[in-house]
């Protein structure tokens, strides 16, 4: 392995460090290399990001190893205040506005993990799609399609877009679907057509959420994904 031939220590979880998930919270236990901290709040959703966050925790470890000064409340407020765009990411409220960059099989099936947990599996989205040629599409559109509402079939852009005529009959068969090529005339009408109850959810590519975010960022009034960052 890589780690072998440049002569590093390995890690694994599960054998030098673990955690456990208190999901639906977003909260977790670390066991690591030599810390232990209960009760760890972490503002990213989903379990997915709890296992994230322990390996994060022992490569902080690792560091402080190396005589890093990194204190126990710097970890609590870091976990605490982390974010991380376009994963499981609400950008609007009424109606509720999800982005997340799920891109294949195992992104999909976590994204509506978490779903289920956050909002609840009865919960009905309206869906804006858009992937990548060489992704899992079939299988991502089999997941989704009969979850949502609604569909809007749109290219992720800038390469290997995937034609959303290849995946309109999938989704055609569970949910009524059509094709808005242009990912920004797509998000525009499914803000029109949504209640303020409605849930709209945006995902398939990073391409995809990278252009549509700054629908969303401009219409806030921001200019940047961090408020600390603005000019």
């Given at each position: 392995?890589?780690?072998?031939?440049?002569?590093?220590?390995?890690?694994?979880?599960?054998r030098e460090f673990s955690y456990h998930s208190q999901a639906p919270a977003h909260r977790f236990d670390y066991h690591g290399l030599g810390l232990d901290l209960e009760n760890l709040d972490i503002a990213l959703a989903g379990p997915f990001q709890h296992e994230n966050g322990a390996i994060v925790l022992a490569a902080l470890e690792t560091l402080r190893g190396q005589g890093w000064p990194i204190t126990e409340n710097a970890i609590r407020r870091g976990m605490a205040e982390v974010s991380w765009p376009g994963r499981f990411d609400l950008v609007w409220q009424r109606p509720l506005v999800i982005l997340d960059c799920a891109h294949n099989e195992l992104s999909v099936e976590a994204l509506l993990h978490t779903f289920d947990l956050e909002l609840g599996p009865a919960v009905r989205p309206r869906l804006v799609f858009g992937c990548l040629e060489d992704k899992q599409w079939a299988r991502m559109a089999e997941m989704l399609a009969p979850r949502m509402q609604a569909v809007i079939l749109t290219r992720a852009k800038p390469k290997r877009p995937l034609a959303p005529e290849k995946l309109l009959p999938l989704f055609a068969r569970w949910v009524p679907s059509?094709?808005?090529?242009?990912?920004?005339?797509a998000i525009s009408e499914v803000m029109a057509q949504a209640a303020p109850d409605d849930v709209v959810l945006v995902t398939g590519s990073v391409?995809?959420?990278g252009e549509v975010y700054p629908w969303f960022l401009q219409r806030a009034g921001r200019q940047r994904l961090f408020p600390e960052a603005e000019a």
């Amino acid at each position: 392995s890589i780690a072998m031939q440049r002569q590093s220590a390995v890690f694994m979880l599960d054998r030098e460090f673990s955690y456990h998930s208190q999901a639906p919270a977003h909260r977790f236990d670390y066991h690591g290399l030599g810390l232990d901290l209960e009760n760890l709040d972490i503002a990213l959703a989903g379990p997915f990001q709890h296992e994230n966050g322990a390996i994060v925790l022992a490569a902080l470890e690792t560091l402080r190893g190396q005589g890093w000064p990194i204190t126990e409340n710097a970890i609590r407020r870091g976990m605490a205040e982390v974010s991380w765009p376009g994963r499981f990411d609400l950008v609007w409220q009424r109606p509720l506005v999800i982005l997340d960059c799920a891109h294949n099989e195992l992104s999909v099936e976590a994204l509506l993990h978490t779903f289920d947990l956050e909002l609840g599996p009865a919960v009905r989205p309206r869906l804006v799609f858009g992937c990548l040629e060489d992704k899992q599409w079939a299988r991502m559109a089999e997941m989704l399609a009969p979850r949502m509402q609604a569909v809007i079939l749109t290219r992720a852009k800038p390469k290997r877009p995937l034609a959303p005529e290849k995946l309109l009959p999938l989704f055609a068969r569970w949910v009524p679907s059509r094709i808005v090529h242009e990912p920004l005339d797509a998000i525009s009408e499914v803000m029109a057509q949504a209640a303020p109850d409605d849930v709209v959810l945006v995902t398939g590519s990073v391409y995809l959420v990278g252009e549509v975010y700054p629908w969303f960022l401009q219409r806030a009034g921001r200019q940047r994904l961090f408020p600390e960052a603005e000019a």
